[in-house]
């Protein structure tokens, strides 16, 4: 086990964006870490970097204490599980969870050993006989998990191991990875681009746009306090709601509605607009006058939870009309589509973005 420091680590294909930015990051001893963002983000190719599969253009990467920026792929003492199983067909599952060991030219008693402890811990135990073809997709990707644990490596490097497998497959897979990997305590960077994979798995995570690392943190604290627009947008399902406002003497208003702002919020301004971020569980029915006067477009029944989606229609502070906004609303008597309700946010739940820059002004 090790840690991961990425120092300035640079990638540059054609063109003169980078791919990945200079990449400032260090992960922890035994720390599971979440790489995600949108497609094009950079994240699968901070993995590879890492695991050796792409060059590191400037800067430099570090397991441990030992610089491995220009070491081949096969020093580097990492297991890669990838988007696809690459499994050998004709080979047996112990076969193919064996196969790396094979090569490398260990006892055959060491594998066989090696193996059953995998797969009992991943309860493959019964299938270990038996070709690819017979397994399901999530039997599947528990083999390719085997390969990779049978090596004992420092580091896990998983890229979107779980984009193949059905909605209800996935949710039970993350769960069984992220057991494993506390039970494993083995240094590990996950790529997705699901924030709820994310969420719910990491130890931390680690939001990228455009190459250039946005803000690593908990999944909590980052849920709570956004480093800035973009992640305030992509954390969280369903996204934070984001209105930009002209500031006013006091506070912001949409149409009759105002809510007064600190002057220290204010002062963090460094432009005339404020961008207002409302999470749609921090938005209220209220009574008429007292909030925002919201048309209903479809609400979305969840049996635990429902979720309005609607359009503000007043205002005219110069905010693009219709607005769109989601609030979280009681699952067993949610409003109607078509009815008018009024919305207002509660006072501690509201942040605040300099629309200019982007970033979170703290208040």
Same mark, same amino acid.
């Given at each position: ?37 949108? &497609? ?15 060059? +590191? ?12 920026? #220009?070491?081949? !792929?096969?020093? =580097?003492?990492? /297991? ?9 067909? #004709? ?14 030219? @260990? ?6 050993? @090696?193996? @059953? ?7 493959? %135990?019964?299938? *270990? ?12 990707? =528990? ?34 990875? /992220? ?13 997705? #681009? ?9 130890? =931390?995570?680690? +939001? ?36 930009? *406002? ?14 007064? $702002?600190?002057?220290? %919020? ?9 961008? $207002?971020?409302? =999470?749609?569980?921090? *938005? ?17 029944? *969840?049996? &635990? ?22 609030? @979280?609303?009681? !699952? ?9 309700? #009024?919305?207002?946010? &509660? ?9 200019? %820059? ?6």
């Amino acid at each position: 086990m090790a840690t991961v420091t990425f120092e300035k680590a640079t990638r540059r294909y054609a063109g003169d964006r980078p791919a990945v930015d200079a990449l400032d990051l260090e992960i922890g001893d035994g720390e599971f870490l979440v790489l995600v963002g949108p &497609s094009g983000c950079g994240k699968s190719t901070s993995l590879r970097m890492l695991a050796g599969l792409e060059p +590191v253009d400037e800067g430099s990467i570090r397991i441990g204490d030992r610089d491995v920026t #220009h070491v081949d !792929p096969s020093g =580097r003492d990492i /297991a890669m599980v990838f988007q696809t199983y690459a499994l050998y067909p #004709h080979m047996t599952v112990a076969g193919n969870m064996g196969f790396a060991l094979k090569i490398a030219g @260990r006892p055959k008693d060491e594998i066989d050993q @090696r193996v @059953r402890e995998a797969a009992k811990i991943l309860d493959l %135990t019964e299938y *270990l006989d038996r070709k690819p073809k017979a397994l399901s997709g999530g039997q599947r990707q =528990r083999v390719a998990m085997g390969r990779a644990i049978v090596r004992n490596p420092q580091v896990f490097c998983m890229d979107e191991p779980l984009s193949n497998l059905d909605a209800k497959l996935r949710v039970a897979t993350r769960t069984q990875i /992220a057991s494993l990997q506390r039970r494993l305590a083995v240094t590990t960077v996950y790529v997705t #681009h699901d924030q709820v994979e994310a969420m719910t798995m990491g130890d =931390r995570v680690a +939001v990228l746009k455009d190459g250039i690392l946005q803000q690593v943190d908990t999944p909590r604290a980052m849920y709570d306090h956004p480093a800035n627009m973009f992640v305030a947008g992509f954390i969280g399902s369903p996204a934070m709601n984001l209105i930009t *406002l002209p500031m006013q003497e006091g506070g912001v208003r949409f149409g009759s509605w105002a809510m007064p $702002v600190a002057r220290s %919020t204010q002062d963090g301004l460094t432009g005339a607009d404020v961008s $207002v971020g409302v =999470r749609p569980e921090a *938005l209220q029915l209220v009574g008429a006058g007292d909030g925002i006067p919201v048309t209903v477009e479809l609400v979305e029944e *969840l049996g &635990s939870d429902a979720f309005l989606h609607g359009s503000i229609q007043g205002g005219d502070e110069g905010v693009a009309h219709p607005t769109l906004v989601v609030a @979280r609303v009681n !699952p067993k008597n949610p409003p109607a589509k078509g009815e008018t309700v #009024h919305l207002a946010p &509660s006072q501690p739940d509201v942040h605040y973005f300099d629309t200019a %820059t982007g970033l979170r002004i703290p208040g």
